[in-house]
Nanobody
Framework: QVQLVESGGGLVQAGGSLRLSCAAHGRTSSIYPMAWFRQVPGKEREFVARISRSTGSTYYADSVKGRFTISRDNAENAVYLQMNSLKPEDTAVYYC?????????????????WGSGTQVTVSS
């Protein structure tokens, strides 16, 4: 089993920055791509960014491209999300996710492990 624990959320003004962290514990060798998703009340969870295990290749949702950066430290079993130029519409609970399937999915259903989430609130 794998446990994912997020940290780093909080309240920030528009234009500010936050860095989210996700620590993985357990059978971390079974995780291939890792990703960040976010969710606001009443809406479906949406993809934010993904990073592969081997090459470190990344992929972003159009809404965050150029503002967010995902990175990964395999030695530390951690993944990060640097969020710059934050906007009020970035307000959400952010979830870290890991998949046991080697692939490039951006779909919630393809991720097997999830953290409990961390709240990010951006004030205008």
């Amino acid at each position: 089993q794998v446990q994912l624990v997020e940290s780093g959320g909080g309240l920030v003004q528009a234009g500010g920055s936050l860095r989210l962290s996700c620590a993985a514990h357990g059978r971390t060798s079974s995780i291939y791509p890792m990703a960040w998703f976010r969710q606001v009340p009443g809406k479906e969870r949406e993809f934010v960014a993904r990073i592969s295990r081997s090459t470190g290749s990344t992929y972003y949702a159009d809404s965050v491209k150029g503002r967010f950066t995902i990175s990964r430290d395999n030695a530390e079993n951690a993944v990060y999300l640097q969020m710059n130029s934050l906007k009020p519409e970035d307000t959400a609970v952010y979830y870290c996710a890991g998949s046991i399937v080697l692939g490039l999915s951006v779909s919630v259903k393809d991720y097997n492990y999830w953290g409990s989430g961390t709240q990010v609130t951006v004030s205008s």
